[in-house]
C-alpha cells in the first residue's frame, strides 16, 4: 500500500516514538461548500469634521458628544463612539466637547479654555448646539457622558483634545493638578464596571497622559483601540460612502477586531454578508 506523505509521516513517529499518530487533516472546503464568513469587527462611530480651509465655517456639529448623537451612533449598529474632552478655563471642569470654541452653541463665541462650567456670564453649562443634527442638545460634563455611553453599552473612546495643554501642563501646581484630577478621576471611578479607552493626538500631551494613566492603574485605557478604515475625507455635505469602498474592504480582509470609521450608518450596511 502506498502511503501518502502525512500517513507516510505518521508511521514514521509511530517506528520511532512508539506512539499512534493520526495522519495530519487536509484543511480545504469541500467542492460547493461556502468558506465561512470571518467575524465582524467592533464598530465605533465618530462624528465627522470637515476639511480644507475654515472648516469651522461648514462644522455641523456631528461629534457623538451629547445622549442624542449617542442614541443614533447606537442606532446606526455602533458597539461604540468615539468622542471629545476639553477643559474649562483653569482645568476646573472635564467637558464633551470638540471644538477649540463654543462656535456651534449659543452665547458669546469664547474659547473652551477661557470660560468656566457654572459660573460667569459666558459660563458653558447650559448653552445648546444651534445647528446640525442635535441642535437643541446641552453641553455634557465627562462624568455625565460616559454614564449616558454605558447606559447605551456603548463603549467609549475618547480624544484628549490639546487645547486642554493650556492646563494639564501648566506651570502652576495647583491648576495643573486639578486638571488632570478632571481627566483620570472619572475614569478611575467607572474602570470596574465599564470599559473606557482614551488618547490624545497631542505631543506634548502623549507622554504625561500615558504616565498618569498608568500611574492610576489605568494602563488598560491605552489599548485596544480601534483601527480608522475611511478612505475619504469627511465634508460637508458628506461625501458618498462608496469612495471608502476600496479601504473597507482592504481592512476587512485583515480581520481587524475593532474599527472607527465617520459613516458609522453607512459601514454597518456594507458589513451585511460580509462577516459573522
Known amino acids: 500500500m502506498r502511503l501518502s506523505k502525512a500517513g507516510a509521516g505518521a508511521a514514521l513517529m509511530t517506528l520511532v516514538l512508539g506512539v499512534p499518530v493520526a495522519p495530519a487533516a487536509v484543511a480545504s472546503t ?9 467575524a ?8 465627522g469634521y470637515p476639511t480644507g480651509a475654515a ?5 455641523r456639529i456631528r461629534q457623538p458628544n451629547n445622549p442624542r448623537a449617542l442614541a443614533q451612533q447606537k442606532s446606526w449598529g455602533a458597539d461604540g463612539v468615539e468622542a471629545d474632552l476639553q477643559l474649562t478655563k483653569d482645568g476646573t471642569k472635564g467637558v464633551m466637547w470638540h471644538n477649540a470654541t463654543t462656535n456651534g452653541l449659543t452665547g458669546t ?8 462650567w457654572d459660573t460667569g456670564a459666558d459660563r458653558l453649562k447650559g448653552r ?10 446641552t453641553v455634557h460634563t465627562f462624568r455625565d457622558w460616559l454614564d449616558a455611553a454605558r447606559a447605551k453599552s456603548l463603549i467609549p473612546l475618547v480624544e484628549l483634545k490639546g487645547e486642554a495643554g493650556q492646563s494639564l501642563l501648566n506651570g502652576d501646581a495647583t491648576v495643573r ?3 488632570w484630577r478632571e481627566v483620570i478621576a472619572p475614569v478611575k471611578e467607572r474602570i470596574a464596571g465599564q470599559e473606557i479607552m482614551i488618547y490624545t493626538r497631542n505631543a506634548a500631551l502623549k507622554p504625561e497622559l500615558a504616565r498618569r494613566l498608568d500611574a492610576a492603574g489605568l494602563a488598560a485605557t491605552r489599548t485596544r483601540h480601534p483601527a480608522w478604515v475611511d478612505g475619504v475625507r469627511w465634508q460637508e455635505p458628506p461625501p458618498a460612502a462608496a469612495g471608502n469602498h476600496d479601504r473597507w474592504r482592504s481592512t476587512l480582509d485583515r480581520a481587524p477586531r475593532r474599527v472607527a470609521t465617520s459613516w458609522t450608518k453607512d459601514y454597518t450596511n456594507w458589513l451585511k454578508g460580509k462577516c459573522a
Open 30 to 38: 469541500p467542492p460547493g461548500a461556502v468558506a465561512a464568513l470571518p
Open 40 to 47: 465582524c469587527p467592533q464598530v465605533f462611530g465618530h462624528g
Open 55 to 59: 472648516p469651522w465655517q461648514r462644522d
Open 109 to 116: 463665541r469664547r474659547a473652551v479654555t477661557d470660560v468656566r
Open 128 to 137: 445648546t448646539i444651534t445647528r446640525g443634527p442635535y441642535a437643541g442638545q
Open 177 to 179: 493638578e486639578r486638571a
